[in-house]
T-cell receptor, first 112, second 111 residues
Framework: DADVTQTPRNRITKTGKRIMLECSQT?????MYWYRQDPGLGLRLIYY???????NKGEISDGYSVSRQAQAKFSLSLESAIPNQTALYFC???????????FGQGTRLTVV | EDQVTQSPEALRLQEGESSSLNCSYT??????LFWYRQDPGKGPEFLFT???AGEEKEKERLKATLTKKESFLHITAPKPEDSATYLC????????????FGAGTRLFVKA
């Protein structure tokens, strides 16, 4: 089984719908991240959490919200999806400051 | 504000033709510079971490180096299986040590 698991892997939704992307990890890491990837723009940070009680906005948090339900679970929600939120979304975890991140396989989201 | 710029955007090489990818960065209080490899439709996979200027790390045909403003990923005698997008990222003291990524360099190696 993968260390960082994202569900669903693919999703098509309509404009205005609420959608939740889920991430779970077995690495035992406290730090979790949600990134968005668009062609030519690299990975942009949406939200990050350094422990269960800590939630921080990243570069592009508008239109998104998150929930850290447990050390192992970090969910990303789009309250009212819009077409320009069509992208590839990645969840990642890391251990200590200065250590590498481990990524999930990604969720391809299409908003029509 | 922390920034990462990678060049070139895309690089096409013949098998065996060595080259380098560039990552220019500005960061407050560098805690780590990271290189990742990403294959189409997959999550990035970790390659190297560099912590201070002058540091170098190697893995097979890849060698990463670091100065105070740039990092290079040198690819020696590449093979077609090295084709991928290579991402550079920095982690600094701003915003609680969050990690910022560059846009990546897409590498194509032709047999």
């Amino acid at each position: 089984d993968a260390d960082v698991t994202q569900t669903p892997r693919n999703r098509i939704t309509k404009t205005g719908k609420r959608i939740m992307l889920e991430c779970s990890q077995t690495k035992g890491h406290d730090r979790m991240y949600w990134y968005r990837q668009d062609p030519g723009l690299g990975l942009r940070l949406i939200y990050y959490s350094f422990d269960v009680k800590d939630i921080n906005k990243g570069e592009i948090s508008d239109g998104y919200s998150v929930s850290r339900q447990a050390q192992a679970k970090f969910s990303l929600s789009l309250e009212s999806a819009i077409p320009n939120q069509t992208a590839l979304y990645f969840c990642a975890t890391s251990d200590l400051v200065g250590t590498e991140a481990f990524f999930g396989q990604g969720t391809r989201l299409t908003v029509v | 504000e922390d920034q990462v710029t990678q060049s070139p955007e895309a690089l096409r090489l013949q098998e065996g033709e060595s080259s380098s990818l560039n990552c220019s960065y500005t960061v407050s209080g560098l805690r780590g510079l990271f290189w990742y490899r990403q294959d189409p439709g997959k999550g990035p996979e970790f390659l190297f971490t560099l912590y201070s200027a002058g540091e170098e790390k190697e893995k097979e045909r890849l060698k990463a180096t670091l100065t105070k403003k740039e990092s290079f990923l040198h690819i020696t005698a590449p093979k077609p299986e090295d084709s991928a997008t290579y991402l550079c990222a920095v982690q600094g003291e701003t915003g609680g040590f969050k990690t910022i990524f560059g846009a990546g360099t897409r590498l194509f190696v032709k047999a």
